[in-house]
């Protein structure tokens, strides 16, 4: 039996710790997946020493490597052709990593505006060639996808936000490539919340903190002819290929990162895979939309463009807004403060939030509005 | 009472787990330091939420936050004019990212190379400026730190590795720095395992998995006015300023390591501080090289240049050092096994390795020497 197999369920998605977690991110992970993370940062398979101990290119992390690629391939079903890839320093750092390997001297680059995270993405595009903006939800303080994309003549990518935090609008699909180009994805926030066509991407990047495990780790989905593209003369570490044909570790990678990834990918494996992600975050995002739309409170994104990840609203006044979170707040609801640039509150439901802390959310929802409206 | 003051003690060193992990890094952790992780990855300060999901933002982060700085300017003696950030992407990112902030147009750089590290940190450098090589022990496949040093004219910095965890060396002061530049230094093998003078340095940077932490983080310790210096545009990840300015939160930084890091800080406090560690330090790496010192073993390292966290050496034959690594590990001895530029049996001691673990390898070494001698 192998030690994989000597680990144990990670099946169900139980909720025991008192406090319903709605962080934007870092975000609640499955009390599964800690209390493995528990064993393993002591011993990690049996070898007397914890997954924060071991050497990088030992046996013990190579066999976890090769599981957590195994797992994260076949749970997104990512073709051969593809590079999965580890990476440190989040979205942030893919926004200047994205143009500097695959914009190069001269090209144009498209971007899709649909919030504050596509903004500093295109932001460190410029830096490198230019950028040209196929569509903007900004005239309307980003309450919509757009759904008229214009693209430039000769596009070396069209990148997108597919989930965008702050506002609450989500892409239900992805927009249409121009031929000859390839589309480049953050998907940092809804990443394997659902089924992904691997195929339709040039490349997907996601920081891990919000569906796949604690900051500090950058999952990239690579098409492996892209990995090459790069002419830039760029520092070692900042080029995609360093890492792709190292497996990683070209230099010492964030390994307990990679490794809660792991199991969180083993997670969602044991828990109905992304259909089964899809069916329950479905579910739960309705239980909220549907309290929203009994009236009282005032969403921010427009129905065709909500988020299942973040449902952002607010109520009809602001002292209402403070009560609200006051009083959830002592429910034991945390972390419902919207961000600055929506105000109100933000439920953010990650894959690993529990169902019924959505249910439980909506049902102060309309006894809230049963007693101030 | 204070969550802090509730936390318990990290004092001792105690080693419960079989195994004794000579990992050059990542590297073993003190057993006390494991146990309160396993704790606040479940609920961190009574939150009812893990160290990995709250809000990098939110009020226990914060308070995190300000205990972690705290304790590593308190343990370092790191005065004001001096910022902490935490950074991602390990030396290997500093490597580049220190000559981009720091290496004007036009510009020489000194280096001191003792190493494959310092070979690496020079490549980098050459593609933002001129390179000097103020010294090198390569000729002797760097056995040694060399003496004497000659800088350029007016060099914009002095670069060096103050321990080669591969050969095994260690300066036991800092090279003298040419009047109007500054020392940079990578510190990420023997950061805080004795007494350091800050002042005495422009730059300190470490990679955190060796005496500091899991891997996923670096710790930068940087005069302010240079923070500033940096002339180049560059993405925005890329410059010190950006996070010094943001207190390493400008974008979601590796929380899980820092925090960690803060919990051996604290450990270091409570058993003795640097000049504890010091005196640990030394009683264990003398216990290794008395034992090589009596005959069989070849040392690589020079006398005079003998590192305190890497011991290398070498069995009479290749035969014997694959017999005296076979019988180590039956022992419980891992992590033995010489990097490939040395060969035969390297011991890593960092701050966290349990003084008994020196003292049985001591003893075993004594003893395979007498039955193979």
């Known amino acids: 039996m192998t030690a994989a197999a000597t680990r144990g369920t990670l099946a169900g998605g139980e909720h025991t710790r008192g406090v319903y977690n709605f962080s934007a991110g870092p975000a609640v992970l499955p009390e599964a997946v800690i209390r493995r993370v528990q064993q393993d940062i002591w011993d990690m398979d049996g070898s007397g020493i914890g997954i924060m101990e071991h050497s990088h290119r030992g046996p013990v992390i190579d066999a976890m490597w090769t599981r ?8 997104a079903g990512i073709p051969d052709d593809y590079a999965v890839i580890y990476l440190q320093g989040g979205a942030s750092t893919q926004f200047s990593m994205v143009p500097a390997n695959l914009l190069p001297e001269g090209a144009t680059a498209d971007y899709i505006n649909t919030g504050v995270w596509s903004q500093k993405a295109i932001k460190e595009a410029k830096l490198y060639g230019s950028v040209h903006e196929a ?91 892209l990995v090459e593209r790069c002419e830039r003369k760029l520092p070692t570490m900042g080029m995609y290929k360093t890492h792709a044909e ?65 449902i952002t609203f607010n109520c009809p006044s602001d002292d209402l807004n403070k009560a609200f979170l006051k009083e959830a707040q002592a429910r034991g609801f945390d972390g419902l403060k919207g961000h600055r640039s929506v105000g109100g509150i933000r439920a953010s439901v990650y894959n690993a939030f529990p169902v019924e802390g959505c249910h439980a959310l909506a049902e102060f929802m309309r006894d809230f509005a049963r007693r101030n409206g």
């Open 68 to 75: 957590t690629e195994a797992a994260c391939r076949k749970l």
């Open 135 to 225: 569509a903007s939800s900004e005239g309307s303080n980003f309450d919509h996808i757009p759904t008229e994309i214009r693209c430039s003549p000769k596009p070396a990518y069209l990148h997108f936000t597919s989930n965008n935090t702050i506002f609450g609008t989500e892409f239900s699909a992805e927009p249409a490539c121009p031929a000859g180009s390839f589309l480049v994805c953050d998907a940092s926030s809804d990443i394997f919340s659902r089924p992904i066509d691997v195929k339709k991407y040039g490349m997907i990047y996601a920081g891990a903190q919000k569906n796949l495990g604690p900051s500090g780790v950058t999952l990239v989905i690579m098409r492996k002819d």
């Open 246 to 310: 190292n497996d990683s570790r070209y230099n010492t990678p964030p390994v307990f990162g990679v490794y809660v990834m792991g199991v969180v990918f083993e997670w969602i494996l044991e828990n109905g895979g992304l259909e089964g992600m899809a069916r329950r975050n479905s579910e739960k995002a309705r239980a909220i939309y549907d309290a929203l739309d009994a009236g009282f409170y005032k969403p921010h994104a427009k129905a065709d463009s909500r988020s299942l990840m973040n």
